[in-house]
C-alpha cells in the first residue's frame, strides 16, 4: 500500500492513471444512460430539467478531462519510457504530482454531486450544470448563484496544472532520453504523436485557466469580464474556451491516431505505409489545430471575413487527417492481417473516426453550420470522433498492451463480442442522432415534444446506448477473467517491432537490464537493412539504481484543493492552509535526497 | 547504488542538454500563452470602460518608472549572480542573489503602494474593465515576482548555509532564466498599459 | 559531450552583462522620454513597441543565454511565443472588427 502511494515508477503511475481514468469513465456513461432514459420517450420524467442540466455537462466535462485524457496519460506513462529505451520518465517524482493532482481534482469535481447539503441544497443539486463548454455569461453568480460552476471552474484549474506538469515532463523524456541510437525520425508513432500532445498541452492549457481565471474574479470578487453591463462581451469566454477547446479536441485524437499506427503495422505484419508523412501530418495537424477555433463560433455572426478564413482552414486540417487514414488502409493493403481484437478496434477506429471526419467537414462551411450547430447533429458528430475515434483507439490500445502492462492477454473471443456489441452499439445510439439534429432537435434540453417527430429515432439511439453499456460489461468480464485464467503472456505476443516487446510482461522496475542501441526504426523486425536487435539479457550484468519512492508530491497535490475550498466555502483560512501544504510539499520534495 | 561514481550531471542524455533547463524552457513558452491571453484581454478591453477611472487619469508613469528601472537592476544582479556562482566566488554569489531578491521585494512593495493609491482613487476590480484586466494583469505578474523572491531568498539561505555552490549553478541558471522572464514579462506591461495610453 | 559543455557554458563575461544593463537603462530612458515629447504623439504606439521589442530581445538574447545557448532552447520558446503573439492579434482583429467588415465603427 505504501509502496503505491509514494511510487514513481512510470509504470505504476500509468496503472493507476488507467483504474482511475476508467472508473471516472464508467462513472461518466452512466450519467450518459440517465441521458438516453430522459430522452427515450417524448416528455420523460425520469429526472428533473435541473439534474439533467448536470448529467450533460457533468457527463462531457467527466469523459474529456477525467477519461479520455488520463486514459491516454495511461499509454503515455507505461508505454512512451518502454518505446524509447528509458528507465523512467525525465522527472518521476513530477509525474506522482501529475496523478495526484488529477485523482484529487477529479474527485474535487465530483464531490459536487454529493455535498449539495453542505450548501443549504439537496444531494444531486449543486454539480455544474452549465454545459462542458460552460458559456458566459450564464456561468455568471447573477445566472448561476449556486456553487456549481465553483466547482467546475475551480476543477477545471485544478485538473490543468495536473496536465501542465506532465507535459513538461514529457516533453523532457521524449526528447531527452532516448536510448542511443534512436533519432527522432525512428521513433515509434505512438511516442511521436505524445510528444505532439504535449506541445498542445502546454500552450493550450494556460489559456483556458486565464478564462477560468477571469470566471472566478467575476463570481468571486465582482469584476467584469463578461458582464455586458460593464462594456465587457461574453464572447471573449467563448474565443478563450475554443482557443484552448480546438487544440484539446486533438489532444483528445492524436494520442488514439498514435496508438492505431502501432497496431496496425503489428498485425498486417508491414510496416507502417508512409511513416515519415504521418509523423509529419501530425505534426502539421498540431500547428493547424491552433487556426481554427473560431468554427465553434460561426453562429455568433462574426462577419464574412472571419467566417471565411476560418472555414478554409477547418476545411484545410482535413487534409493531413485524410493523409493520415490513407496510410493506415495503405498499412493494411497486402499485408499478412491477423484479426486480434486490437486490430478489430483499429480498424474500427477508422471508419468510425472517417465518417466523424466527414460530419465535421460539414459544418466547416458556415451556412451548412448554421443548420447543424446546437443541435443533436454535432452531438453526432462530437461522438463519433470522440468514442468511434478516440474510445475505439484506446480499446485497440488495451487489448494491445495489456499484456505488457500485467503480463496476462485478455481474452480474444471476450474481446470480439466486446467489439462487435460496442462497434453496433455506438452506431445504433449516435447515427441516429445527425438525423435528430437535422429534423430540429436542439442538444442540451431535458425534453421535447411528440410532435417534432425525432420519438423513434431517440427511442433507437437509447438501445444503441445500452448496447455500449452491455459490451462495456463484457468489457470489464473479461478483465476480471483475465486477473486470475488469463494466458501468460511472453516478452512479445504479437511479434511487435518496437522496444517495449523487448523486455518481460510485466516488464522489471529497472524496464531494460541493458539500455539497447537503436539502428532502426523497425529494432525488432528483419529489414533490408537491418538485422533484428538483440533483446536485453534476462538478468542484469551490474546493480541498477531505481529511484526510491517519495510522499511529497502527494502532499505538494494536496495543497491544491484545499486552496480551491477557500473561495468555494468562503473561508479564507483554507487558502492559506492550502498554499502552506503546497509549499512544504515543494520544500521536501526540494531537498530530500533522490537521484534519478 | 552506482551514485558514487559520477555526478547527477554526468547522465547520459539525448540531446545533451540539462533535463530540468530544457524543462524549464518549455514551461517558460507555457508562460508565453498565459500572459500573451492576459495581454489580449487587456487590449481587447481597451477603451470599453463605461465608467472612471481610465487609465490617463490614473496611471503614474514616472513612479512606475522607477519600478521599472528596479527590476531592470535586479536582471542585471541575477546574472551577475550566476557567474559569481559559476566561477566559484559564493562570497558575491551571495551579495548578487540576495540583491535580486531585495530589488524584487522593491518591486513589489511599489505595486502594493500603487494598488493602494489607485483602490483610494476609486479604482478596484469591480469599478470598470480597466480596474478588472489592470489588476489581473499585473497582479498575475506580481504573484510571479513573490514567488521569484521566495526562489531567490531559498537560494540565499541555501548559500549562507554553504549548500550551494558552483555544482548547483544550473540551479541557479534556472531560477535567472524564471527572474529574466518575469523581467521581459514587465518590460513588454509598461509599453502596453502604461506607456500606450 | 565535450562540445555541449561547452555550448552550455558559453555564457557572456560580466562585461557584457554590464553594458547589456547599460543599454537596457539607455532604452528605458528613451521610452519614457518619448511618451512625454509631445512631437512624438503621433507615431508613439510603434515607437515604443520597437524600443520595448529591443529590450525583450537583448535579455532574451543576453541574460537567458539564448544567443549563445543550444538552438533548441530557443524553440521551446521561440515557438509558444510567436502562437503567443498570433493569438494576440487575430483576437485583436476580431475585436476590433477588421476580420467583421463592419470597420472601425463596430468592436466586437
Request: aromatic share 14%; proline share 14%.
Given at each position: 500500500m505504501k509502496s503505491w502511494l509514494t511510487t514513481t515508477d512510470h509504470k505504476r503511475i500509468g496503472l493507476l492513471y488507467f483504474w482511475t481514468a476508467f472508473v471516472f469513465f464508467l462513472l461518466g456513461g452512466i450519467e450518459a444512460l440517465v441521458i438516453r432514459l430522459q430522452l427515450a420517450?417524448?416528455?420523460?420524467?425520469?429526472?428533473s430539467a435541473e439534474t439533467y442540466n448536470q448529467l450533460f455537462t457533468m457527463h462531457g466535462t467527466t469523459m474529456v478531462f477525467l477519461a479520455l485524457m488520463p486514459l491516454s496519460a495511461s499509454f503515455f506513462n507505461y508505454i512512451v519510457p518502454l518505446q524509447i529505451g528509458a528507465?523512467?520518465?525525465?522527472?518521476p517524482r513530477l509525474n506522482a504530482f501529475s496523478y495526484w493532482v488529477f485523482l484529487l481534482g477529479g474527485l474535487f469535481l465530483n464531490a459536487s454531486w454529493f455535498v449539495g447539503p453542505l450548501f443549504k441544497a439537496g444531494m444531486l443539486?449543486?454539480?455544474?450544470?452549465?454545459?462542458?463548454?460552460?458559456?458566459?455569461n450564464l456561468t455568471e453568480r447573477q445566472f448561476s448563484p449556486g456553487p456549481n460552476i465553483d466547482f467546475w471552474l475551480l476543477g477545471l484549474q485544478i485538473l490543468g496544472i495536473s496536465s501542465l506538469a506532465a507535459g513538461f515532463n514529457f516533453i523532457v523524456t521524449i526528447l531527452n532520453?532516448?536510448?542511443?541510437?534512436?533519432?527522432l525520425m525512428r521513433l515509434p508513432v505512438f511516442t511521436w504523436m505524445t510528444l505532439v500532445t504535449q506541445f498542445l498541452i502546454i500552450t493550450a492549457f494556460p489559456v483556458i485557466t486565464v478564462g477560468l481565471v477571469f470566471l472566478m474574479f467575476d463570481r468571486f470578487?465582482?469584476?467584469?469580464?463578461?458582464?455586458?453591463?460593464?462594456?465587457?462581451?461574453?464572447l471573449l469566454w467563448q474565443h478563450l474556451f475554443w482557443l484552448f477547446g480546438h487544440p484539446e479536441v486533438y489532444i483528445l485524437i492524436l494520442p488514439a491516431m498514435g496508438i492505431v499506427s502501432e497496431v496496425l503495422p503489428t498485425f498486417a505484419r508491414k510496416?507502417?505505409?508512409?511513416y515519415t508523412v504521418v509523423v509529419y501530418s501530425g505534426i502539421l495537424i498540431g500547428f493547424m489545430?491552433?487556426?481554427?477555433?473560431s468554427h465553434h463560433m460561426f453562429a455568433v455572426g462574426l462577419g464574412p471575413i472571419a467566417d471565411s478564413v476560418f472555414a478554409a482552414t477547418t476545411m484545410l486540417i482535413a487534409v493531413p487527417t485524410g493523409v493520415k487514414i490513407f496510410n493506415w488502409i495503405a498499412t493494411l493493403w497486402g499485408g499478412d492481417i491477423r484479426g486480434t481484437t486490437a486490430l478489430h478496434f483499429a480498424v474500427g477506429f477508422i471508419a468510425m473516426f472517417i465518417i466523424g471526419g466527414l460530419s465535421g467537414v460539414s459544418h466547416a462551411s458556415p451556412p451548412a453550420d448554421l443548420q447543424q450547430t446546437d443541435t443533436y447533429y454535432v452531438v453526432a458528430h462530437i461522438h463519433y470522433v470522440l468514442f468511434g475515434g478516440t474510445i475505439m483507439g484506446l480499446f485497440a490500445g488495451i487489448y494491445y498492451w495489456w499484456p505488457k502492462m500485467t503480463g496476462r492477454l485478455l481474452s480474444e473471443p471476450l474481446g470480439k463480442w466486446h467489439f462487435w456489441l460496442q462497434f453496433i452499439g455506438m452506431n445504433v445510439a449516435f447515427f441516429p442522432m445527425h438525423f435528430i439534429g437535422l429534423l430540429g432537435m436542439p442538444r442540451r434540453i431535458y425534453t421535447y415534444s411528440p410532435?417534432?417527430?425525432v420519438s423513434d429515432l431517440n427511442l433507437v439511439s437509447t438501445v444503441g446506448a445500452f448496447l455500449i453499456a452491455v459490451s462495456l460489461l463484457v468489457f470489464i468480464a473479461n478483465l476480471w477473467r483475465t486477473r486470475s485464467r488469463g494466458e501468460t503472456a511472453s516478452n512479445d505476443p504479437w511479434g511487435?517491432?518496437?522496444?517495449?516487446?523487448?523486455?518481460?510482461?510485466?516488464?522489471?522496475?529497472?524496464?531494460?537490464s541493458v539500455i539497447p542501441t537503436i539502428t532502426?526504426?523497425?529494432?525488432?523486425w528483419r529489414t533490408e537493412l537491418h538485422a533484428p536487435m538483440q533483446d536485453p539479457?534476462?538478468?542484469?550484468?551490474g546493480p541498477i539504481h531505481v529511484p526510491g519512492g517519495s510522499w511529497w508530491p502527494m502532499v505538494a497535490a494536496f495543497g491544491l484543493p484545499l486552496m480551491a475550498l477557500a473561495p468555494l466555502t468562503h473561508t479564507l483560512w483554507l487558502a492559506f492552509v492550502g498554499a502552506g501544504v503546497l509549499i512544504v510539499g515543494i520544500y521536501g520534495w526540494a531537498f530530500e535526497p533522490f537521484e534519478v | 547504488m552506482t551514485h558514487a561514481a559520477h555526478a547527477p550531471t554526468a547522465h547520459y542524455t539525448s540531446m545533451g542538454l540539462d533535463s530540468r533547463k530544457m524543462a524549464f524552457w518549455a514551461f517558460i513558452g507555457s508562460e508565453c500563452l498565459l500572459f500573451g491571453s492576459l495581454i489580449s484581454t487587456y487590449l481587447v478591453y481597451k477603451?470599453?470602460?463605461?465608467?472612471?477611472?481610465?487609465p490617463h487619469d490614473i496611471l503614474n508613469i514616472p513612479f512606475t518608472s522607477v519600478s521599472t528601472f528596479d527590476l531592470l537592476m535586479s536582471s542585471l544582479m541575477m546574472v551577475l549572480a550566476l557567474a559569481a556562482v559559476q566561477r566559484g566566488d559564493m562570497k558575491w554569489g551571495k551579495i548578487w542573489l540576495f540583491s535580486t531578491a531585495l530589488l524584487g521585494l522593491v518591486f513589489l512593495g511599489g505595486q502594493v503602494i500603487e494598488f493602494t493609491e489607485f483602490v483610494h482613487k476609486?479604482?478596484?476590480?469591480?469599478?470598470n474593465l480597466f480596474g478588472c484586466t489592470f489588476f489581473v494583469l499585473t497582479g498575475t505578474h506580481g504573484a510571479h515576482v513573490a514567488v521569484g523572491v521566495l526562489w531567490l531568498l531559498t537560494l540565499w539561505v541555501r548559500a549562507l548555509q554553504g549548500r550551494l555552490g558552483p555544482a548547483n549553478a544550473m540551479t541557479v541558471e534556472i531560477t535567472g532564466l524564471y527572474w529574466h522572464f518575469v523581467d521581459v514579462v514587465w518590460i513588454i506591461i509598461f509599453t502596453v498599459v502604461y506607456l500606450i495610453q | 559531450m565535450a562540445d555541449t559543455e561547452v555550448r552550455e557554458h558559453a555564457h557572456p563575461t560580466v562585461d557584457v552583462y554590464l553594458r547589456v544593463a547599460a543599454a537596457l537603462v539607455i532604452l528605458t530612458v528613451l521610452e519614457v522620454g518619448v511618451f512625454y515629447v509631445p512631437a512624438f504623439h503621433g507615431v508613439l504606439v510603434p515607437v515604443l513597441l520597437v524600443l520595448s521589442a529591443a529590450k525583450f530581445a537583448l535579455v532574451i538574447m543576453f541574460y537567458m543565454h539564448l544567443k549563445a545557448d543550444n538552438k533548441f532552447f530557443t524553440f521551446l520558446f521561440g515557438a509558444p511565443l510567436l502562437l503567443a503573439v498570433g493569438v494576440m492579434v487575430a483576437l485583436l482583429f476580431l475585436f476590433y472588427g477588421a476580420l467583421t467588415l463592419r470597420g472601425a465603427a463596430g468592436a466586437g
Open positions: 420517450q417524448p416528455s420523460g420524467h425520469v429526472v528507465r523512467d520518465v525525465a522527472f443539486n449543486v454539480a455544474p450544470d452549465g454545459g462542458w463548454f460552460g458559456y458566459a532520453l532516448r536510448a542511443p541510437g534512436l533519432k470578487f465582482g469584476a467584469h469580464f463578461y458582464v455586458h453591463g460593464a462594456g465587457a462581451t461574453p510496416p507502417l505505409f508512409g489545430g491552433w487556426g481554427v477555433w410532435d417534432l417527430g511487435g517491432a518496437t522496444l517495449e516487446w523487448s523486455i518481460p510482461s510485466p516488464p522489471p522496475v529497472y524496464n531494460f532502426s526504426r523497425l529494432p525488432r539479457p534476462a538478468t542484469p550484468p | 477603451g470599453r470602460s463605461v465608467v472612471g477611472p481610465y476609486g479604482l478596484t476590480m469591480s469599478t | -
